[in-house]
């Protein structure tokens, strides 16, 4: 199974350097009236994707930070309740008999 994801990192690699090299062209975005901003094709998709992906990473994390906590406080709520409470009358039935007496 590794090899088939790193052949399709690979494949999806050259063919996002091919789409760089044939699309090198300068592009203007207008930002606002006076700022025009002058760059290659494919350094303004990877700013777009990268952009676009981080709302998405947030929510992730926050998720997964989330969960874990969650995952946490049961594990400790499941070691508190499981430890086997030692009373007194435990106790001394598990004490042996003094066989001098």
Known sequence: MQIIR?????????????F??????VVQVKIWENLILETKLP?????AFLLGMLPM?????GTRWRLNRQISSLKD????????????TSLA????????N
Request: aromatic letters at 8%.
């Open 43 to 47: 350094v303004l998709l990877l700013v």
């Open 20 to 25: 760089g090299f044939n699309n090198w062209n």
């Open 77 to 88: 709520a499941a070691t508190v309740t499981s430890a086997p409470s030692l009373s007194t």
């Open 6 to 18: 790193t052949v399709v990192w690979v494949v999806l690699l050259i063919a996002l350097l091919i």
């Open 57 to 61: 990473w947030l929510l992730h994390t």
């Open 93 to 100: 039935e598990a004490q042996p008999e003094n066989p001098a």
